[in-house]
């Protein structure tokens, strides 16, 4: 028995040895995690922090950031947390913790605005939907990634599947069997994701230069300081010596 016990442990130490957390990435999850437990132990309403069409009815503009980081229970943060580090913790390794991060917020405004317009033009007032949860802009960011990526095949629950619909497959995935999910938010945040990876927003793009100088600046030398975690640098020759060693 205490043989079995061991192996169990040795098994789950070395499945969590396994993932490399970054600093973006964590940052994201301990800030959702904050805001979910401070939310609920103030009794916050979470229709002051989800995304609803009051953004641009009675400009409450701070819900276009607040909702991707507001969480309904605890099933629904875990489930948005898991997406998020298995299909997005990649991109920040190739593209630094910084760009990660600006990247995110980017991602996240764009989705949350085209979706209460198309809401807005759409449905009348009693069918209109309220969004919250990181798993739109993780939708995102893999349609960004599949849609530049040069390889052909791809991995879904031990399935083979074309790279460029791994997006809209895990998409469904999402609808059918996690809750508290808008389809059409999720629907508009893998095109947007596909239209950032095909360079269509280009011109808002943050370049290695301007991120190496942000790297510089208080917030990002705090998270430098985390030794518990790994932030990624944005210049390619010091990521690549810190990846071959991670």
Known sequence: MRDRFRNVLRKASSFVSAFEFTSGVVFVVTLSCVLSIVTHYFNISGHALSLESSVVLN?????????????????HLFLSVAVLVVFCSGLEKGVGTVRFLH???FLVTSIGLLHVLLELLLFSPSTRSSVSGL???????LGMVTISS??????????????AALPWLLMLIVYFFIP???FLCNVLAVITGQMYGMKWFS????????ACVFEKMVPFRLLKKITCVNFVPASAGERKKILHTM
């Open 59 to 75: 400009g409450h503009v701070h819900k276009l950031l607040t909702y991707c980081f507001y969480h309904k229970d605890v099933g």
């Open 180 to 182: 508290n999910n808008v």
């Open 150 to 163: 040069r390889m052909r095949k791809a991995f879904l629950l031990g399935f083979t599947v074309p790279t």
């Open 203 to 210: 011109v808002l793009q943050m370049s290695e230069s301007k």
């Open 135 to 141: 798993i739109p802009v993780s939708l995102a960011m």
């Open 103 to 105: 990247l995110l917020l």
